[in-house]
């Protein structure tokens, strides 16, 4: 009995012993195919999507597509889409209008100029760039009186306030117009004398001066126009330039004979008295 017992005793224990070290190697066994599983291209998308966060280890789906973006970076300068195809940008109405409204300014500042400028006749604007000090407040004679045309030789002014009446009178004095207006009750009486030859003279090389600066302007507003275009490059189809170009150049040409043709009347004014 004993012996049988024995016998018995060392039965289970191999059997013990046999299932410890069968446990161990099915331990290792499944670690090492997790692991090759974890590793295998062939297996990563499938297993580890599972196992582990996507932001750890992508799938190949992404990595084609990685590669395929990279690919397709050396022609982003010319394919900016996912179409592939090119946006153009329509750069024309903003160049015209910047265009237009600089050679404009241009133009009105000339006006404003050839105001200043007297002639042999009156004209109600040839007061407005005068400066009338009143009560420490410099203001433009337009906004102090208002000033009428008489006659072809004579303007009258009337002030908003009579008590300014010496600071306007002094004001048309002291510019160089050269006149000499006298009071009238409530207001004054400008005649405005003939111009002499040296005045003339005078007189029309200032306008020719004011005539070629205005020029200028023009054209500088007509180059900034023009480097838009350029600097817009491929983003702005080559028939269009052109086209906006042609448009520009018509543009600058109005503008300058609308410069020469002020200049012209205000010499013939002059000359004619």
Known sequence: MALLHLRRTISSRNSFLFLLRS?????????????????????LSNSVSHKLPSATLPSFDFLKQSRRGFAKGKNKSKDDSAGGTVEFVD??????????????????????????????R????????IIVETDGVKLPLNRSAVVSVMDAKTLSVNPYDPNTLKQLENAIVSSPLGLNPQRDGDRLIAAIPPLTKEHTQAMCKVV???????RQSIRRARQKAMDTVKKAGSSFPKD???????????MTKKFVKSAEDMCNNKEKEIKTG
């Open 122 to 129: 009156a004209s109600a604007g040839m007061l407005d760039h």
């Open 91 to 120: 750069i024309g109405p903003t160049v015209k209008e910047t265009a237009n409204s600089q050679m404009d300014a241009a133009v009105v500042a000339l006006s404003r100029e050839l105001q200043k400028l007297r002639t042999g």
């Open 240 to 250: 269009d330039a052109k086209k906006l170009e042609k448009e520009i150049e018509e």
């Open 23 to 43: 446990s161990t190697s099915f331990t290792k066994a499944r670690t090492f195919s997790n692991t090759t599983t974890l590793f295998s291209p062939h297996l």
């Open 208 to 214: 020719a001066k004011s005539c070629e600066d205005c």
